[in-house]
């Protein structure tokens, strides 16, 4: 359960917060997901079970964009982080500083 993450009681929370603590939540265990996939893909001897193996893996990846996605359009802080790192090819460090 999703509400087993908070640090502070529930009813002391914004709905917002409450939705902000699901995303944060879902993109954390579908990103799990992707690495779990990909380990016993790797790992796994049988095409056709890597072949599934693999396709869960790339299911979990767009479950977990949706979700940053949900963030960064709920989220003026990780909208603006979002927008200054993702999809871009500048040097990640150097974007830091503006460079």
Aim: hydrophobic residues 35%.
């Amino acid at each position: 359960m999703s509400s087993e993450g908070l640090h502070a009681p529930r009813e002391r929370l914004t709905k917002e917060t409450i939705a902000h603590h699901h995303s944060v939540t879902s993109v954390i265990e579908e990103l799990e997901a992707v690495d779990w996939y990909r380990q016993r893909a790797d790992d796994c001897e049988d095409p056709a079970l890597k072949a599934i193996l693999l396709h869960n893996m790339r299911e979990e990846i767009e479950h977990a964009a949706m979700a940053l996605e949900w963030l960064r359009r709920n989220s003026p802080h990780f909208d603006k982080q979002l927008r200054k790192y993702l999809l871009t090819e500048k040097d990640i460090v150097a974007a830091e500083h503006g460079d």
